[in-house]
């Protein structure tokens, strides 16, 4: 009798098997991951955005305004008289800098205006509270925030 070394066919095939099904499951959590990651992303950038668009209001003594395009799923911050952008954020698309599905902000006109003392009109907000929700499949991020720009990041 003759020994044979290796593997048979059928050892090969549940082996490659078993690794297909291992790496399913690891690209289903990381997808998973991928997405709370842009959407927490996002809700801190734009949480340090109203920080910028507050101190550069006070800084130039001159209004400064943050609109969000929800449609297009990107914002910018521009002074109100001699229209300069500030910053300008996209969240789709190939210059995107964080991939996500919806961007929504609950103030009426998706516009806020910082005065030059860095005080925000909150009248068209539904509370006292001003809130801006980041999504990216099936997970939200909220960023709550105040007439000063003060703000806090939750999963929702």
């Given at each position: ?13 549940i ?14 959590t ?19 955005d ?90 939200t ?16």
């Amino acid at each position: 009798m003759r020994r044979r070394d290796g593997f048979t066919l059928i050892e090969l095939t549940i082996v490659v098997a078993i690794a297909g099904i291992v790496v399913a499951f690891g690209a289903l959590t990381f997808s998973g991951y991928f997405q709370r990651s842009a959407a927490r992303r996002a809700a801190q950038v734009f949480a340090q955005d109203l920080v910028v668009a507050r101190s550069y209001a006070v800084r130039a003594q001159e209004p400064v305004v943050l609109r969000v395009f929800e449609g297009t799923l990107w914002y910018q911050i521009v002074t109100r008289n001699t229209d300069t952008e500030v910053v300008r954020r996209r969240f789709t698309g190939s210059s995107a800098e964080i991939d996500l599905s919806s961007v929504a902000l609950d103030v009426s006109g998706d516009t806020l205006v910082f005065n030059s003392r860095g005080q925000i009109d909150m009248s068209g907000a539904a509370s006292a509270l001003g809130t801006a929700a980041f999504s990216a499949g099936e997970v939200t991020y909220e960023v709550q925030f105040n007439s000063l720009g003060a703000s806090k990041v939750e999963e929702s």
